[in-house]
């Protein structure tokens, strides 16, 4: 059974951190590339970072220097840490698996709610 559990949303103040986590079920975990995306309120979902199987990461402007995207691979989790967050960063977080290659393999988690206060 293919899952995507996400966890760590929550409430926080304006310059405050959380960290969001990914489990990831087992037989999917070695697909290429591991992701975190948003939806904000009347916004379309955006990308916010990426991480593939060789380590490589790609972040939005927006959140570069703020946000850290990490796996570990022993834990099948990927993790988002975000710190200094601005009220901007309000949204639905969601996890993505998916393949480089073949486009039938594309996973997502239920998302998780992330809300800043200013």
């Known amino acids: 059974q293919v899952q995507l559990v996400e966890s760590g949303g929550g409430l926080v103040q304006a310059g405050g951190s959380l960290k969001l986590s990914c489990a990831i079920s087992?037989?999917?975990?070695?697909?290429?590339?591991k992701g975190w995306y948003r939806q904000g309120p009347g916004k379309q979902r955006e990308l916010v970072a990426s991480?593939?199987?060789?380590?490589?990461?790609n972040y939005a402007d927006s959140v570069k220097g703020r946000f850290t995207i990490s796996r570990d691979n022993a834990k099948n989790t990927v993790y988002l840490q975000m710190n200094s967050l601005k009220p901007e960063d309000t949204a639905v977080y969601y996890c993505?698996?998916?393949?480089?290659?073949?486009?039938?393999?594309?996973?997502w988690g239920q998302g998780t709610q992330v809300t800043v206060s200013s």
């Open positions: 991480i593939t199987s060789i380590g490589r990461t």
């Open positions: 993505n698996v998916r393949s480089m290659t073949d486009a039938r393999n594309d996973y």
């Open positions: 087992r037989s999917i975990f070695s697909i290429n590339v």
